[in-house]
């Protein structure tokens, strides 16, 4: 990208501001820009981070997975170019409209279809919420936010990082298995479903993040309504397993009732404000 200009903020991801851009030409793209002085004695591993995320990007090629279109170096801040998302994520969606069954499941189908993915190619996410997943004008759903996301290699990934009410139990508590893969990726999943379904993170009841690592270290779900469809609920008690070997794939998910519902999901149908 060698002519462009930055528009208004976005939002914020991993390691700073992302604002919209536009080319030379014309076309519109998301910047993520990263500021190394405030690094400081971490620039360097900043660095590695970042190269890190851009190789994952550059490597990834899937409809529900933004696309990474390039990188730019202006002094003290680091340009990461991506694909421009237009309606932004889902976090901010379900904060615009209460998302019917329906929507949720075929979003949640898609966000299946990017994880199958990413697995299949032997990455995990790491971060998956709502924040983290993205909606075009369009309903197609893209996965965002790779800062945490780590080649997985034989389920060896021993680090604990990720948000704290998404993290799957292994993620925090390393005696319950020696390394975690892709099924904490399922755990955040089923945690994702459940804040589109009620509009709230998942232990939203805890005033502090530590109080929500202690509960799911020691193998507590989130609150699952009894108002929410027999399948939904159903959906996210198979994500939320505490035992990771018991959690089904991505793949297997994708043929469970909820997430093939939202094909029933009538285009016409309102959708309620809050």
């Not at 914020?12 to 820009?33: L, M, Q």
């Not at 804040?195 to 193998?219: C, K």
């Not at 309504?225 to 959690?247: G, H, M, W």
């Amino acid at each position: 990208m060698t002519s462009w200009l930055k528009g208004e903020l976005l939002g914020r991801g991993s390691f700073g501001p992302v604002y919209e851009g536009i080319s030379g030409d014309g076309d519109f793209f998301a910047v993520k820009e990263v500021s190394l002085l405030e690094y400081g004695s971490q620039a360097q591993e900043c660095i590695q981070e970042l190269e890190r995320e851009i190789s994952l990007l550059s490597q990834l090629q899937h409809q529900n997975i933004v696309r990474y279109r390039g990188t730019a170096k202006d002094g003290s801040n680091l340009y990461i170019f991506l694909e421009l998302v237009t309606q932004g994520s889902l976090l901010k969606l379900y904060q615009r409209y209460q998302l019917p069954n329906s929507v949720v499941s075929t979003y949640t189908r898609q966000i299946l279809d990017g994880l199958k993915y990413l697995h299949g190619e032997g990455f995990i996410h790491r971060d998956i919420k709502c924040a983290n997943v993205l909606v075009d004008a369009s309903g197609a759903v893209k996965l965002a936010d790779f800062g945490l996301a780590k080649v997985s290699q034989l389920n060896n990934i021993k680090y604990c990082k990720g948000t704290p009410f998404w993290l799957a139990p292994e993620v925090i508590n390393p005696k319950r298995a020696n390394a975690y893969g892709s099924s904490a990726d399922i755990w955040s999943l089923g945690c994702t479903v459940l804040e589109m379904l009620t509009r709230q993170f998942p232990y939203s009841h805890l005033e502090y993040p530590v109080q929500a690592l202690f509960r799911i270290a020691m193998g507590e779900l989130p609150n699952i309504p009894d108002t929410l469809s027999l399948d939904a609920r159903d959906f996210i008690i198979k994500c939320l397993k505490v035992n990771p070997e018991e959690r089904p794939t991505a793949a297997e998910l994708l043929n469970h009732p909820f997430a093939s519902s939202g094909s029933s999901w009538k285009s016409g149908s309102p959708l309620a404000s809050p």
